[in-house]
């Protein structure tokens, strides 16, 4: 970028940016934590099922005896705590904000937790929503974990970019569906983590297709297979069915009661991380 076309912030530009004026906008986490892999779940656009495979993956990962926490960045679409059945308040301690922990064990910070009503939206401008992101990655007590996976709110905007630019990610999954719109969406999501070096562990293609209860063949509802991922240059790491039982146990925060491993190659390659 020439000076006279620089915009002053460096989160939009290339690393190679020769009038990038900071190294790093990196921010540490708390100083009481220890956690080893950081891994946003991001989307094109919203109601692909991006929370829902946030929450499987988390699922997937404790049950192979990893410690698992959730930072639901999605401030004003929360839906992790709803998802594990979370309906306690954040209560904080000289090291920090608690997350609340699901029956097995998995961390979980979300918007929701802080709202005295959490059926009220959060009504909030872009800066202060990112702040509240912020804080959950540098003032919560996450303690020792193996993997934290972030559910980012969808698309390109000022959330996102905050996490991408504050957060030392090791990778990013992206969750899409196979309408031809939601594919060019994702193209510009994945430009977006192209721009900031993040790199994109594989592509998940929920709500693919449904099979039916009777024949048990396979129906592609929304025309099916029209995204080709290899001309993205990423990894299509699984699809996955709609599933109505998948739906209800999200519904009454049940999801700990997934099983599945529809996600494995998923997990696989998060584990090589
Ligand atoms: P996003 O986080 O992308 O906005 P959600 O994960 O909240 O989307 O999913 C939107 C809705 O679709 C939720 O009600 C969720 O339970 C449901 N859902 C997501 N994936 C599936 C699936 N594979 N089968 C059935 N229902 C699903």
Known sequence: MSENSCSGNCASCGSNCSERKQDSLFEPTGKYNNIKHTIAVVSGKGGVGKSAVTSMLAVSLCKKGYKVGILDADITGPSIPKAFGITSKAMQNDKGILPAQTKEGIKIVSVNMMLEDGEQPVVWRGPVIAGLVKQFWTDV??????????????????????????????????????????????????????????????????????????CGKKFSVFGGGSASYDDFGVKLLGKLPIDPSLAAMIDSGSVEHFEGDLLSNAVSEIEKL
């Open 141 to 214: 007590f996450w303690g020792d974990l193996d993997y934290l996976l972030i559910d980012c709110p969808p698309g390109t905007g000022d959330v996102p970019l905050t996490v991408f630019q504050t957060i030392k990610l090791d990778g990013a999954v992206m969750v899409t569906s196979p309408q031809d719109l939601v594919s060019l969406i994702v193209k510009k999501a994945l430009n977006m983590a192209k721009m900031m070096n993040i790199n994109i562990i594989g592509i998940v293609e929920n709500m693919s297709y449904v099979v039916c209860p009777d």
